[in-house]
């Protein structure tokens, strides 16, 4: 059946049919109003101006077509590639599910092999980049220090080099070139993220093995061996793998569409995770645990935010009009470790501002809970991560989403990214 917009423009009294596929409608059929029929007509040319959208923020705009994530927010659901996210949280590690996403299928032991045998050998650093983590102070902000060991990483690679020097398209088009730089970027990511946590914590580095996963090795580099870890985050990163079109991938499309190596548009989602209301609310949710100290004063606390109409950092996510699916799935996790997370202090007063805010009825009428993002963070705790390394292994967890996302783009035709703007003449003084 034929689904449209039967529009009529009430400045020229002219009708128009905007097709609808899928509850969309294409920008370009709305700029074909206003458009005059006589192309003669000079003056009649410079006056109508096709009809452009105004949505600030993007909060009703579509940016790409995208076969990797759906969220459905008003029933709750993920899938990925189909697959929902329940079945390959139970039934898989994240080393499959970023196959899954990256890739668009399961992948067999020789895949693993292969990806673990390019990433492997991607995360020995040059000297270079070990000088440049190792000469900031130890306690520095982990933020600057990530996109210092990315840009160093991408100064040394003969590849990502060549993309600003060529003026055809590097990866765009040639999957083959793109799956290997796709893949060295994830590892010097983590080969970052690892220096950075030996660095801060005044320990030696331990060189990879390309017989780990990507979070195998990680550990590996920081020198964490306690199984439970990577038993953890094997089920965690899961969750976070991809979560459609947000900021931080917007941000790596954007950069991704004047044909920049991935290194630089991961470096650009990166530097959108560490914003206050993207990622680095995490941030400011542990700084109000500190603050409030102990379990017992956090109802005051509460009262406090709700009297003076502040915000709870953590609580809330304008995707799901019903709850996160992720949630339950943590939830599993968080009983599986009560032990750890019941010995926290920290977490005593997290999980005391989760018990009031799920009785409240200010939390409860406008649907406030705790998001799958903050949660998540409550297991890395548990399994003794300081609060400043939180973000930057949740935005290492969620680069092979954005990266996929990247890669789909190098199959769709070459679009450099330009919003328009509507222009608002100054106030005469």
């Known amino acids: 059946m034929d689904h449209h917009l039967q529009v009529t423009d009430s400045r020229t009294g002219k009708s128009y049919k905007i097709p609808i596929q899928g509850n969309y409608i294409r920008a370009a059929d709305i700029g074909r109003i206003g458009a005059p029929e006589d192309k003669e007509d000079i003056a009649s040319l410079k006056a109508a101006r096709p009809l452009q959208i105004l949505d600030n923020g993007f909060q009703h705009t579509a940016c790409m077509e995208s076969s990797i994530t759906h969220i459905d927010g008003l029933r709750g659901t993920i899938r990925y590639r189909e697959f929902p996210i329940e079945s390959v949280f139970h039934q898989y590690v994240y080393e499959d599910v970023m196959h899954l996403i990256i890739w668009g299928s399961i992948p067999t032991q020789q895949q693993k092999d292969h990806v673990r045998e390019v990433m492997g050998q991607a995360m020995n650093p040059p000297q270079s980049v070990k000088d440049v983590i190792s000469s ?6 982990t933020f600057p220090m990530i996109l210092a060991g990315m840009s160093a990483f991408a100064s040394t690679d003969s590849v990502i080099c060549k993309t600003r020097h060529q003026q ?6 040639h999957l083959d070139t793109a799956d290997e730089a796709l893949a060295r970027t994830i590892a010097y990511l983590a080969t970052t993220i690892s220096l950075i946590y030996c660095h801060k914590n005044n320990q030696p580095w331990t060189p990879p093995s390309v017989s780990r996963s990507l979070l195998g090795n990680l550990l590996h580099m920081m020198g964490i061996t306690d199984p439970r870890v990577e038993s953890c985050l094997a089920k965690l990163w899961i969750l976070y793998a991809d979560h459609e079109m947000t900021n931080s991938t917007a941000a790596v499309l954007h950069a991704g569409s004047t044909l920049i190596d991935p290194v630089s548009a991961v470096t650009a989602g990166i530097i959108c995770g560490y914003g206050p209301l993207h990622g680095g609310a995490i941030d400011l949710a542990y700084e109000a645990f500190r603050h409030i100290g102990t379990a017992e004063r956090v109802p005051p606390f509460i009262e406090r935010i709700k009297a003076k109409g502040g915000r709870l950092f953590g609580y809330g996510h304008r995707v799901y009009k019903t709850r996160d699916p992720r949630v339950a799935l943590i939830e599993e996790l968080l009983e599986e470790h009560r032990d750890a997370v019941e010995a926290n202090p920290l977490l005593r007063v997290a999980m005391a501002i989760d018990r009031y805010a799920n009785q409240d ?38 680069t092979p989403g954005a990266l996929a996302h990247w890669r789909e783009s190098l199959t769709q035709p070459v679009k450099l990214w330009r919003p328009q703007q509507k222009y608002n003449p100054p106030l005469a003084n």
């Open 361 to 398: 009825p200010y939390f409860v009428e406008r649907g406030l809970k705790a998001n799958a993002d903050l949660m998540g963070c409550f297991l890395y705790t548990a399994m003794g991560f300081d609060t400043d390394m939180i973000i930057a292994i949740t935005i290492l967890s969620r």
């Open 136 to 141: 900031f102070p130890r306690d520095a902000e």
């Open 168 to 173: 055809s398209a590097m990866f765009h088009g």
